[in-house]
């Protein structure tokens, strides 16, 4: 089974947090789409030349879900790609799995020298030994059965595939990872996506993504806790955010028209509905706007 190195310093890198600045991404949510890719890379690009791998390849096999163009442009700026368009090689790419391939090509040449030696059988005086048996066969080949063991390499095949992938819309997915920002958040793709289809189910009109934020947010001075359940919170934050008045509604919500502006602008609009939203909240609700039971 193979593996990559990934230095402790990669969080804080300057490559790192450019690539997320651009993204919109928190840098630990940029790393996990960096392994994924660098992993994938191991199998499928020789010497860490993709060559004319196509862009949504690449954004796919690093779990991205946006737009391809988008994030492969922002590995190429950040430095974590080489090259141009078209024809991209992964930064450092010897530094990291050279290693790893020099042990692929040991373990063959091991591999072959210990089948050619098995294969020879020779004796002490170098002539083979192939002595026959009455019923003709070679008398170093043994006929004793052999158990048979479970193959231990692949799941079993009863249960469910455990890499079937968790596909979500774009939407979807920022709601999950506004949610993933709270320190604490028990990270479940499968419950996250349900949680956020049963909530878009009961609060049709509800903007899941400026609520998520908006929670976030006020969890900066409320973290979780330990024993909390962090998805019911939201849930309740929402319900009481209907029942008061005080929830996002989709008719007002940010970005639904202008998801193709760059990520600057969106940026800049949503810290601006983050100041109007603080500036028409109830003054009898505690800081942040956040119902007291949230």
């Keep these: 089974m193979a593996w990559i190195e990934v230095q402790q310093s990669l969080p804080e890198h300057r490559k790192t947090l450019i690539a997320a600045e651009l993204l919109g991404l928190q840098a630990e949510h940029l790393m996990g789409h960096l392994v994924r890719f660098w992993l994938w890379a191991v199998d499928n690009a020789i010497n860490g030349d993709l060559g004319d791998v196509p862009t949504g390849v690449i954004s796919r096999a690093a779990g991205w879900r946006g737009d391809a163009k988008e994030f492969v442009d922002a590995l190429a700026i950040a430095k974590f790609l080489d090259g141009e368009p078209g024809h991209y090689v992964i930064h ?21 020298e210990w089948r050619d030696g098995r294969n020879a059988d020779v004796t002490r005086d170098g002539t083979r030994d192939t002595e026959e048996t009455d019923e003709g066969r070679d008398a170093s080949v043994t006929t004793e059965p052999q158990p048979t063991l479970p193959n231990r390499t692949v799941p079993n095949q009863r249960e469910k595939n455990p890499l079937t992938p968790i596909v979500m819309t774009e939407r979807e997915h920022q709601v999950v990872e506004a949610l993933r920002s709270v320190t604490g958040y028990p990270s479940d793709d499968a419950r996250d996506l349900d949680l956020v289809r049963r909530m878009a189910a009961d609060f049709p009109r509800v903007d899941l993504l400026a609520e998520a934020r908006k929670w976030s947010t006020y969890k900066l001075d409320k973290p979780l806790e330990r024993r909390s359940n962090a998805r019911s919170q939201f849930r309740n934050w929402v319900q ?19 998801q193709s502006a760059p990520a600057e602008d969106r940026m800049a609009a949503w810290i601006k509905h983050q100041n109007e939203l603080l500036d028409m909240r109830d003054p009898t609700t505690p800081e942040g706007g956040a119902p007291p039971n949230a």
């Design 92 to 112: 450092d790419y010897d530094e990291y799995l050279g290693k790893l391939i020099e042990r692929r090509e040991a373990a063959a040449r091991r591999k072959k």
């Design 240 to 258: 009481i955010g209907v029942d008061k008045g005080r929830a996002v509604l989709l008719s007002a919500a940010l970005g639904r028209s202008n």
